[in-house]
Nanobody
């Protein structure tokens, strides 16, 4: 079983920045897709951004231009740089990963991001 461990959440003022990090517990194989989803109170979980092992990136329209996703030099790590944060970005952010051929999906426990106005 792969565990995803997130870090970097917290409280920030509107217009500020945060960097989220996620590392997988296993590196014996490469996780094909890694990324981030978020869930605000009373709302469904939604995609923020994903990146494949070959570098293909998907970013949600709501955050495009304000976030950057990257995979780290260490195997099975992923980062999310968020800039110009808005109160509407307040949510629990979940690290996500999918194995090769989509055989398994993994989720982290979530990290709270709160943007104050």
């Amino acid at each position: 079983q792969v565990q995803l461990v997130e870090s970097g959440g917290g409280l920030v003022q509107s217009g500020g920045s945060l960097r989220l990090s996620c590392a997988a517990s296993k590196t014996s194989f490469t996780l094909y897709t890694m990324g981030w989803y978020r869930q605000a109170p009373g709302k469904q979980r939604e995609l923020v951004a994903t990146i494949t092992s070959s570098g293909s990136i998907s970013i949600a329209t709501s955050v495009k231009g304000r976030v950057a996703i990257s995979r780290g030099n260490a195997k099975n790590t992923v980062y999310l740089q968020m800039n110009s944060l808005e109160p509407e970005d307040t949510a629990v952010y979940y690290c996500y990963a999918r194995s090769q051929f989509g055989l398994a999906d993994y989720w982290g426990q979530g990290t709270q991001v709160t943007v104050s106005s």
